[in-house]
């Protein structure tokens, strides 16, 4: 792989798994700041030019599960603002993707949620979506707008 175009970029969600991902294929992770402040806001930097690149952001929405999808979108937002050429956010579990049905009288539908979720990454210029998922969640990203590749579990 060209590592002089590709460059990957993980949260804080899962550092291990990000690790992995970069050893297995070979390329370095990149280097991004991520700093929480006392009052639970995030700030994020990327510490290289990422200008015409493709970037990858591996960032799960495991718990927390709202400041880990508040991550994500702040980085892509960066991302999308230093000029990358194209951004794929790699979601190795998407929250709130169980919620196919409503759980009471004025309760919501989170995938209906989710839904909305994808024309906010449709509107941050996220050229594609990664998410594992287990085989009982109906992913709900998939729209023609927004392509998504969904990689079963194994087992």
């Not at 370095?28 to 639970?40: A, L, T």
């Not at 510490?47 to 892509?76: C, K």
């Not at 190795?92 to 209906?112: K, N, T």
């Amino acid at each position: 792989m060209n590592s002089k175009r590709l460059r990957l970029f993980a949260g804080t969600s899962n550092p291990p798994l990000a690790t992995s991902i970069c050893e297995n294929i070979g390329l370095p992770q990149g280097e991004i700041h991520i700093q929480r402040f006392s009052d639970g806001e995030i700030f994020m930097q990327f510490q290289e030019t990422i200008r015409g690149q493709d970037v990858f952001v591996i960032q799960s929405t495991s718990a927390p599960a709202n400041d880990n999808l508040m991550e994500l979108l702040i980085s892509i937002d960066a991302a999308k603002r230093a000029s990358a050429r194209q951004i794929c956010a790699v979601i190795p579990y998407f929250g709130y993707a169980r919620g196919d049905r409503r759980g009471g009288v004025r309760g919501p539908i989170m995938a209906e949620l989710e839904k909305k979720f994808g024309l906010l990454f449709e509107k941050l210029k996220v050229e594609n979506t990664v998410d594992i998922v287990n085989r009982t969640v109906k992913p709900a990203l998939i729209r023609k707008e927004l392509p998504a590749d969904i990689l079963r579990e194994l087992a």
